[in-house]
């Protein structure tokens, strides 16, 4: 298995880089660079920035990730979902009028960067299993949702606006009889096309006797065709005399590289959005390097993705850029591919610096109907309802933190959204630590095997109860124990043994520790004994810091067989239950 090597992990991959590396790097990287052209344009009209941003944002920050990634297939640039939590960010700073709109954004892309640096110093790549995936599927499919929803008043020709379901279905409803029939008719139509090339230009080229390698690649640059046509029919046809509203003048060339705005002030308002920005493209971004790296047998280290997310987020700003993650669609597409190594990525990189020094002028007429038929179409696939039926069938608890989610992002917008998503997971942890899974066990006959009394056909003994806990012991599930075992020896007037099976356990706090104590005295004065058994070192050193073993009443055995065998001896004939 591949293991990243330090600071600079591309010294890994260089070592052995070959030619055969190098062509399927440079196919991958111009495969991407097509894709990643529109989708950059798009997603800075999504966050509501001139269209240059989005290119600015898809050239340094790809290099600064490409040095510093450990994942050697993700593919970084601006997404769908950070956008959008970019332009809610935006509109609630420059509300007053007193900052910038494009000046706040390279600012959040700073202050996202530093964070995500800073937390890979302090090693919180941990947090990437801060949010539970449903609660995170239910959050990307709320946002999709919005995002489509946005776009609608661009592929109409309407005025309308909201980061909210009602404001912009109100807006939507209120507006839909004075759509523009040019731009509705532009931007229908693109959707279309759109649609049906995802999977059906490609069979159609090769049955036209196109190579497969290059009918792929085709199929993956319906984007930019839909540009590149729309842009002259909007030119020949004067589209922007018939109320059109066109991309108009992008300038040439690179961004030239400048500080971010340093402004306390502003810091200090967008803090709380770049954290979420920071932990949201974080979790997005892993969960995709982690899934591609396992297809190759390579792993990724999570602290040093925080650096390197963070860097690129840093890039983006001294180069005029908004806040840029790890995307799904595009990694998978750079994957399938065959990029080998991150060198695609500086080839992507490289494709859309030359389109920033020499295609601009040809978007001068792109009407911007393409673009939010374009952000539709890529958000498609953010959508995952089916979460929510997996989710009723497997867990109650997960439902009902997704459902959540859903609906407060919808109803109250992003940011909420995302906070919500993260008490819903927090308070989801706690919902299944503090009612850990208990069970009465007994032995499967024949065997030294304890199972589920409730489930399977047992053996028990009326003197001793074995009771299996399947979580470590916390201040915060400590009482539930309790009341299971005084509840259990309240129901069987013969007992005279209970013996806790610590499989599971793999800690207890001093909480669940006092809590044990008090079970052991409250026992023993009703004349049975407290026992443990198959106790963890790391537990049972612990548990002997403090001479918990000396204070029992019973005894801590090695196996729960031993246990039951030993604590037994005078018992008259079992159950079978």
Not at 203 to 225: D, E, H, Q
Not at 364 to 379: C, E, N, R, S
Not at 429 to 451: D, F, M, N, S
């Amino acid at each position: 298995m591949n293991k990243p090597d330090g600071w600079f992990p591309p010294r890994t991959w260089l070592a052995a880089y070959t030619k055969a590396d190098g062509a399927a790097d440079i196919l991958a990287g111009v495969i991407v660079a097509i894709m990643l052209i529109p989708q950059s344009l798009a997603y800075a009209l999504l966050a509501g920035l001139p269209p240059e941003m989005g290119l600015y944002a898809s050239i340094l920050p790809l290099i600064a990730y490409a040095l510093l990634g450990t994942s050697r297939t993700l593919s970084v640039g601006p997404v769908a979902v950070i956008s959008l939590m970019t332009a809610s960010a935006l509109a609630r700073v420059t509300a007053t009028g007193e900052v910038d709109y494009a000046s706040a954004a390279i600012a959040l892309a700073a202050l996202s960067g530093v964070m995500l640096v800073g937390m890979g110093f302090l090693r919180f790549g941990f947090l990437a299993n801060f949010l539970s995936h449903p609660v995170v599927s239910g959050f990307i499919t709320a946002s999709g949702i919005i995002i489509a929803l946005s776009q609608l008043s661009h592929l109409l020709g309407i005025t309308g606006s909201g980061s909210t379901l009602p404001a912009l279905l109100s807006g939507l409803v209120s507006q839909l009889s004075q759509s523009n029939v040019y731009t509705a008719l532009t931007g229908i139509g693109v959707l279309t096309f759109l649609l049906w090339s995802r999977k059906g230009l490609e069979p159609l080229l090769i049955r036209l006797g196109t190579p497969t390698t290059f009918a792929a690649i085709l199929a993956r640059a319906g984007p930019v065709f839909a540009i590149l046509a729309t842009a002259w029919l909007s030119y020949r046809l004067h589209l922007g005399d018939h109320g059109v509203a066109l991309v108009g003048a992008i300038p040439a060339g690179l961004p030239a590289l400048s500080a971010p705005p340093v402004e306390l002030s502003l810091w200090r308002e967008l803090a709380v959005s770049a954290l979420l920005i920071s932990i949201i493209g974080f979790v997005e971004s892993v969960s995709v390097g982690k899934t591609l790296a396992a297809k190759r047998r390579q792993r990724i280290d999570h602290n040093q993705e925080l650096v390197a997310l963070g860097s690129a987020n840093i890039a983006a700003s001294i180069s005029g850029g908004f806040p840029v993650t790890g995307g799904f669609s595009r990694s998978v597409v750079n994957f399938d591919a065959g990029a080998h190594t991150q060198a695609a990525s500086i080839f992507a990189a490289a494709g859309i610096a030359l389109t920033a020094l020499f295609l601009t002028p040809a978007l001068l007429y792109l009407p911007k109907a393409t673009l939010a038929a374009t952000i539709i179409v890529a958000v498609i696939s953010l959508l995952d309802i089916k979460v929510l039926a997996k989710a009723w069938r497997y867990a109650r608890s997960d439902f009902f933190a997704v459902s959540i989610t859903i609906i407060v992002t919808l109803i109250a917008g992003v940011e909420i959204g995302v906070l919500c998503g993260i008490t819903s997971s927090i308070l989801l942890h706690l919902h299944k630590t503090t009612r850990p899974h208990v069970a009465v066990v007994g032995t499967v006959p024949g065997t030294e095997h304890y199972r589920n009394t409730e489930r399977h056909e047992v053996i028990t003994y009326p003197s001793l109860v074995s009771i299996r806990i399947d979580e470590s012991l916390y201040f915060a599930n400590a009482g539930y124990l309790e009341d299971y075992i005084y509840r259990l020896v309240a129901e069987q007037n013969e007992l005279k043994h209970v013996i806790l099976q610590c499989t599971a356990v793999n800690e207890i706090d001093m909480s669940a520790l006092e809590m044990l104590e008090s079970v052991v005295h409250s026992l023993a004065e009703q004349g049975i004994t407290l026992n443990l058994s198959e106790v963890k070192g790391p537990v049972m050193d612990a548990l002997k810091e403090v001479n918990f073993p000396s204070s029992l009443s019973g005894k801590i055995y090695l196996s729960h067989h031993q246990a039951v065998k030993a604590l037994r001896l005078d018992e008259p004939e079992p159950y079978i239950i």
